[in-house]
């Protein structure tokens, strides 16, 4: 063993008759292809829930599916303008019921922050008519669709994550819809054997496993 390695040794620096040095070929150097030094970024599912978590939509632009994007600030935009919206009929009506509730002889308040002017326009008959009843009815209602508002806004940024996180998860899964069953004729080493293969592909991958043989 340790005279070939000598003899390949000087077979590698050693010139021809041509003067041209002969190379081993332990000195020749392979090249690599763009398909073998390029390594394929594995998609993170990890990533996606994180980013959506952060910020609506961001999760879905790392998965690429940016048409989900106005789905999720749509339901957002929408839960979020309710929120508003009862948010402030909220403090209306709060605003005339203590208003109602607090002021002393007819036409004065007991106190200088509530005032007959800032109530609003619709509620004034109310208050004028002294229905306290009423507008306590309102402002509990109110509050109550704040409330559900804001459980549906927590819901919708909710389903924004796991949303990114499945979507994340079936990036790298091949979910086409090329299903195919052929049949072949096969062909067996063994002595006076024939038989049938069955070939199921799904989509564009080739099978991994040998086709069935059935004798």
Not at 154 to 180: I, P
């Amino acid at each position: 063993m340790t005279g070939f390695l000598c003899c390949h040794f000087s077979f590698a620096q050693k010139k021809d008759s041509t003067g041209l040095h002969v190379r081993g070929i332990d000195s020749i150097a392979i090249k690599k292809t763009p398909a073998d030094s390029a390594v394929k970024k594995k998609h993170s599912p990890r990533k996606a829930t994180i980013r959506s978590a952060i910020i609506p939509g961001w999760g879905q632009a790392y998965n690429r599916s940016y048409w989900k994007i106005p789905v999720v600030y749509a339901a957002l935009g929408i839960t979020g303008a309710i929120f508003n919206y009862n948010r402030v009929q909220y403090n209306k009506v709060k605003y005339a019921y203590f208003y109602l509730i607090n002021r002393g002889p007819l036409g004065t308040a007991d106190s200088v922050k509530f005032t007959f002017d800032k109530i609003d326009p619709q509620l004034r008959s109310r208050v004028l008519a002294g229905d306290a009843y009423s507008l306590q009815l309102y402002r509990n209602e109110f509050r109550k669709d704040v409330d559900y508002s804001v459980l549906f806004f927590l819901f919708f940024w909710a389903l924004n994550v796991v949303d990114a996180t499945v979507d994340g998860h079936l990036k790298d899964f091949d979910v086409s819809n090329d299903l195919s069953l052929k049949i072949k004729p096969s062909f067996n080493a063994l002595p006076n054997s024939i038989g049938v293969s069955f070939v199921f592909n799904i989509g564009k991958h080739p099978p991994r496993h040998a086709p069935l043989q059935m004798p």
